[in-house]
């Protein structure tokens, strides 16, 4: 094994790891070449966790995603035609993207490339940031090989974000907006070279350039940015949160409800897996100080979907009902309440955190982020499985529900045995919270 393969297999949960077997079996059936790409890479080398897998194809990937959907029941979350790019989610929550290794050609700035398939090392050489350049092959007969043709992982270790070329701001104007969240999320600095360019590019107004697509593709990273408040305050700071909205300035911005939605967010452990769609927390707390007018002109020039519309507007009626469900003396055991919690919505759960008044309501909550979803971790198929059921039945699918029951209402003592043993089985490599 390559130090590479060991690194990546240490920042893996268990549940990715599977994602990547899968992977690697699929695309060696089908005879084309695999690597991990992207933010993946970018994260695994920067010490980050790993919050969505990339993997890139020198061949068509669309094929391999509808076995990924028959085979291991991923779901379709979206699809570029274009770039014969896929986004998918499995039933353990891990999100991936599979995509065409691919050259792209731009006639304009901020307009539709010309999109040819390419090798890996023509990909990564017109990718946008050396740090996002980075490859690992996961093929047999090279499994573990970086490939890092533009010096990525030197900027990595001097913190530094750096274009590939003199074209990159130009070629994709919303590159912009992504430079400035890269900066927030990773603390990271611009290169001087790199400066120049985002100063020459403002100059030019290359800011206006970007096509409502691409705002809204950056809306959606901003929403699922854990610290969002930094990042909408930056944008605020270099004028381009105005691309969205004029309203969202000065007294109007909300930064202090957002920075109460980036403490509620660190407020969930680490270790355990949360899943939680951003978008409606995002809009709700982004826009709390709007006039309803605003609103909607924000929704139509952003161009939001009705689906996270509703999420936004319905979450404070939705999350008083899961309040209820959770102040109900009905639940007298922590089954109970792990059952109400985990059956929930994770941005209804994060709200109540937010709003609720209910002291018991809180604690339950606080209960099974410190203690239920930890334990139901330590639950294994493979413990399942050696108590004498076959995986994928339905007494199987039952045996475990027992057994987490019983785990999750055993008495004080069995229960502090049991988290004591925890760490050795629980996949615990980080948060999620949206695609």
């Not at 014969?84 to 995509?99: C, D, I, R």
């Not at 913190?159 to 590939?164: A, K, P, Q």
């Not at 074209?167 to 999320?185: A, F, G, H, Q």
């Not at 509620?264 to 007018?293: A, N």
């Amino acid at each position: 094994m390559s130090d590479y393969m060991f690194i990546l297999e240490s920042h893996l949960s268990s549940a990715q790891s599977k994602v990547v077997a899968a992977m690697q079996s699929l695309a060696a059936d089908a005879n084309v070449n695999l690597f991990l790409t992207g933010g993946a890479m970018r994260d695994m080398l920067g010490g980050f966790p790993i919050r969505d897998l990339d993997f890139s194809v020198e061949g068509n990937p669309l094929k391999m995603a509808k076995t990924l959907t028959a085979k291991h029941g991923a779901k379709v979350i979206a699809t570029d035609e274009l770039r014969k790019t896929v986004e998918l989610e499995f039933p353990s929550g891990v999100t991936a993207e599979l995509s065409m290794c691919r050259n792209e050609k731009y006639s304009k700035s901020g307009g539709k490339p010309v999109v040819t398939p390419a090798t890996i090392h023509e990909d990564l050489r017109c990718r946008d940031f050396t740090i996002n350049s980075i490859a690992l092959s996961l093929n047999k007969a090279s499994r573990g090989l970086l490939l890092d043709p533009n010096n990525g992982l030197a900027d990595l270790e001097r913190r530094e974000l750096r274009c590939i070329s003199h074209y990159t701001l130009y070629d994709d104007p919303s590159r912009l907006i992504r430079l400035l969240r890269y900066c927030t999320r990773l603390g990271f600095t611009m290169d001087e070279r790199t400066k120049t360019q985002y100063a020459n590019a403002r100059e030019a107004g290359m800011e206006t350039k970007i096509t409502p697509a691409a705002a809204l593709r950056e809306f959606r990273k901003m929403a699922e940015e854990q610290n969002s408040a930094e990042l909408v305050k930056t944008l605020e700071a270099e004028g381009l949160l105005k691309l969205y909205s004029p309203a969202l300035t000065g007294a109007k911005l909300n930064l202090a409800g957002l920075q109460k939605l980036y403490k509620v967010r660190q407020s969930v452990p680490p270790e355990v897996h949360f899943h939680c769609e951003p978008m409606g927390l995002f809009l709700y707390y982004l826009l709390e100080k709007l006039t309803p007018r605003e609103k909607q002109a924000f929704v139509k020039t952003a161009g939001i979907d009705r689906t996270s519309v509703t999420l936004w507007q319905k979450l404070e009626a939705k999350s008083k009902k899961l309040e209820s469900d959770l102040k109900s003396e009905k639940l007298k055991k922590a089954s109970q309440v792990f059952a109400v919690l985990n059956a929930a919505p994770g941005d209804q759960i994060l709200f109540l955190l937010l709003k609720s008044t209910q002291r018991i309501v809180l604690d339950r909550i606080k209960n099974y982020f410190g203690k239920y979803l930890f334990l139901a971790q330590t639950l294994t198929d493979e413990e399942v499985a050696e108590a004498g059921f076959t995986p994928g039945t339905p007494k199987f699918k039952k045996a475990k529900e027992e057994m987490l029951i019983a785990r999750l209402d055993a008495r004080p003592k069995k229960l502090a045995a049991a988290a004591a043993e925890a760490p050795a089985a629980a996949p615990a490599k980080g948060r999620t919270w949206g695609r």
